[in-house]
């Protein structure tokens, strides 16, 4: 994947400035996402350039690696696709631009981790207002426009297992087939068979859904909002509070809990052949406290994902792809490291030291190319002491002070007193 991104930057770098002198190597590129992820993980997403490499306000991390112009190199030729073929597959793909990097990175976050029993499926929105066709408003999240992906993610350790992005109401799906669940079909395709359940919002639950993931060895748990049809006309009425009533069809139930006043939960459940009570004040059905435990796999990813977000500004979607792939590549690597080694170390410590390691090369590099230019005698000289101070050895005013001070004719040392300094004159004072 690096190969790729790196070729295709020289290309494109090649290309606007007409000339094949300006080069990239893989590791110059590591160590390029290595300072993404200093920035991240200092919280210096916000800080421009200047400031970064700064000598009183920047982090001396950045001006060991690469010089500001050379990033901002990079950064301005950084692209994920060739030019050439562009035309061509933006017919076929509206993601064409990115497509191979993120497709890569899926590949690879399914072949590295076996999820455990449940899976939330949901939506993220990467924060961006670069110019895109498939950008999203969406008015109940923080940030309000951005690049829609749906992710599935594991709820015991928040990994990222699979996501695609959101690329408007022109996506190929079966006819007669909903969004959500194409979706879902999609996301959970690599995991299904093997009796996992899948914990998904109003968006994508469907008893539809639900008979189609059962035949496939999988379950279903989700909220069903009251627009759909499969409800029937009880699940609209209102009931004392605290109060469940529980409705089944085929292998799933549906439980209506009356959670608030003027306010019901529709569960729909293929896990729950019967549904109990909890013991407490509020009597919550077993479906809704199961729903509870799974449903925010998806959100703390995001939220974890926003902690130490590299992203930066930028008015190509292409590079705020690039941004969600690192963000998302940052939390799975650590969730692997963790579990691989048994290790209990924080998230920011461990990008800390991913940062260091994708730059090793990189600096292993520049040490060895430095030592060549110095040449082997140089090589060889042991570093030169500044010298230490002497006594005065003219002592006509001074008393054996001590100096770095040499007279000019008789090299003795001499000191400040017993020097003869040319006085300095203005040009109207010499006339």
């Known amino acids: 994947m690096l190969k790729h991104i790196r070729d295709c930057t020289v290309a494109e770098a090649h290309q606007h ?10 590791a110059e590129l590591k160590a390029f996402i290595a300072l993404l992820y200093i920035r991240g ?16 306000w920047g982090f001396p991390f950045f001006k060991e690696t690469i010089a500001r112009n050379r990033f901002r190199e990079i950064m301005r030729f950084l692209r994920f696709d060739k030019k050439e073929t562009r035309r061509v597959r ?30 939330t499926i949901d939506e993220q929105l990467f924060p961006t207002k670069a110019r895109c066709r498939f950008l999203q408003y969406m008015g109940n999240k923080p940030d309000k426009f951005g690049i829609k992906f749906w992710l599935a993610a594991d709820v015991r350790s928040k990994y990222m297992l699979n996501g695609a992005p959101f690329l408007g109401k022109e996506e190929a799906r079966s006819r007669g087939q909903l969004v959500g669940e194409s ?14 359940n899948i914990t998904t ?43 469940t009533k529980v409705l ?37 059905p077993e479906s809704v406290t199961y729903y509870n435990n799974t449903k925010y796999g998806v959100d703390v990813l995001d939220q974890m994902a926003r902690a130490y977000s590299v992203k930066g500004g930028t008015r190509r979607w292409p590079v705020a792809v690039f941004y969600n792939i690192l963000d998302l590549a940052g939390i799975n690597a650590h969730i692997l490291f963790k579990e691989c080694t048994s290790s209990k170390i924080a998230r920011r410590k461990f990008l800390l ?25 140089q090589k060889n000289q042991p570093p030169q002491l500044t010298p230490k101070r002497r006594q005065c050895q003219v002592r006509r005013i001074c008393k054996q002070n001590k100096t770095h001070d040499t007279c000019c004719k008789c090299h003795k040392p001499v000191c400040g007193n017993c020097a003869r300094r040319t006085e300095v004159t203005c040009v109207d004072c010499e006339s």
Not at 183 to 196: I, Q, S, T, W
């Open 17 to 26: 400035r007409g000339d094949s002198s300006w080069d990239l190597t893989v």
């Open 41 to 56: 993980a200092q919280g210096a997403k916000n800080m421009d350039l200047g400031s970064l490499w700064s000598e009183k």
């Open 90 to 119: 933006l017919q076929d793909d509206r993601f064409a631009l990115v497509s191979a990097t993120w497709n890569k990175f899926i590949q690879n976050s399914i072949a590295c981790y076996k999820p455990g029993a449940d899976i």
């Open 183 to 196: 979706v879902v079909l999609k996301l959970a395709e690599p995991f299904l068979g093997k009796g996992r």
């Open 201 to 243: 919002d109003n968006f994508f639950t469907s008893l539809k859904l639900a008979t189609t993931l059962q035949a496939k060895k999988t379950s279903l748990v989700g909220t069903m909002g009251k627009s759909k049809r499969e409800l029937p006309p009880s699940a609209k009425e209102q009931a004392e509070l605290y109060n």
């Open 248 to 284: 089944k069809c085929a292998d799933a139930t549906l439980t209506i809990y009356q959670g608030k006043p003027r306010k019901n939960v529709c569960i729909l459940s293929s896990v729950h052949t019967s549904v109990g009570i909890t013991d407490g004040p509020k009597a919550k």
């Open 353 to 377: 030291r991913l940062a260091e390691e994708l730059r090793a090369e990189f600096m292993e590099g520049k040490r060895a190319a430095s030592q060549l230019t110095q040449g082997p005698n």
